[in-house]
């Protein structure tokens, strides 16, 4: 019996600077506030998990489960992807490395991929401070103005933000983020905003000043190549075997899609069918390794997020 496919339940989380947008594109349905994030894959027991719908498991526990559909070479499920919706910007943060994470946290860092779903807005990226006194300096003084770098951001834009690297995206934009199986951000700045307690929110300066990117004024938007196979148009945003490896797959009618690791594909536009499994938009498939060619019916936009295996 050949493998087989499998659903992926996201996991909703309310944010301060979130929107509606995500439930109104995708039909989810929370009695959150808001749906400002969503999880559509992720596998932190005890923290942010999915469900596998044909197997009643959460998705850390599928992984140990079923470990002959995934073959990955680390000891939890490797990666990644969530949706957010902006109505506001998300605070001024960073995510360190691993090493840094991990000593201090005791937990994995990240490093992020965004991929722009909709909106036209700005986003903070990088920073003007030449050295680390210049950026303490700054910040202590709270002169976030000559401090803060932006960038233009739209749909269909895409961006890697290495760890330490200091951002915030802007507001009224819809994304989908990838990285390695990982939730821990540090704040810097978040605008004086309150919880909905009345409590200021938590920041994390120092361990900011610690881990942030010096100097870093030249990270841009990547410039992306897309490429038609077996009547799919195939945009491939990250590769980086060991951390995440991240594409969008485009089809107007008919195509095939084949990939020797496992992945994940994520309907963010349109409604279709994968090999036999009807999917609409906002859905999330688990494919499991050496699956095979994969057909792809209907006019869709899906996005994939896989580890590949670093070369020995």
């Not at 594109?25 to 994030?37: A, H, K």
């Not at 690791?261 to 859905?283: C, N, P, R, S, W």
Request: glycine content about 8%; hydrophobic content about 35%.
């Amino acid at each position: 019996m050949g493998k087989k496919l499998y659903h992926i339940l996201p996991v909703f989380n309310y944010r301060i600077w979130g929107g509606q947008e995500l439930s109104k594109r995708y039909g989810y349905q929370s009695d959150l506030p808001n749906i400002g994030e969503c999880y559509n894959v992720i596998a932190m027991k005890g923290h942010l998990d999915c469900d596998v719908e044909e197997t009643n498991e959460k998705l850390s526990d599928f992984f140990h489960t079923h470990y002959d559909l995934f073959q990955s070479d680390t000891p939890e499920m490797p990666v990644r992807a969530a949706m957010a919706n902006t109505v506001t910007p998300m605070s001024v943060q960073v995510h360190p490395d691993d090493a840094y994470a991990l000593s201090h946290d005791n937990r994995l860092g990240k490093p992020d991929g965004v991929y722009f779903i909709d909106g036209e807005s700005s986003m903070e990226l990088g920073h003007h401070a030449a050295s680390k006194e210049q950026f303490k300096d700054m910040v202590e003084r709270c002169d976030w103005d000559h401090l803060l770098r932006y960038i233009p951001v739209k749909k269909g834009d895409f961006v890697d933000v290495p760890y330490g690297t200091l951002h915030a995206f802007g507001k009224n934009i819809v994304l989908i983020e990838f990285s390695q199986n990982a939730d821990l951000t540090y704040r810097l700045y978040d605008y004086d905003r309150l919880e909905p307690d009345g409590s200021p929110r938590e920041l994390h300066v120092r361990k900011v000043l610690e881990c942030v990117n010096v100097p870093d004024d030249t990270i841009q938007l990547v410039d992306l190549h897309p490429y038609t196979a077996n009547g799919c148009t195939v945009t491939v945003f990250h590769s980086e075997p060991g951390v995440y490896s991240a594409g969008k797959i485009q089809v107007e009618k008919d195509g095939i899609y084949e990939r020797e690791e496992f992945y994940f594909l994520t309907v963010i536009e349109g409604d279709g069918v994968i090999q036999d499994m009807k999917v609409h938009a906002g859905e999330t498939i688990f494919v499991p390794c050496a699956y095979g060619p994969l057909s792809l019916k209907g006019a869709m936009e899906l996005t994939y997020v896989t580890y590949e295996k670093p070369k020995r």
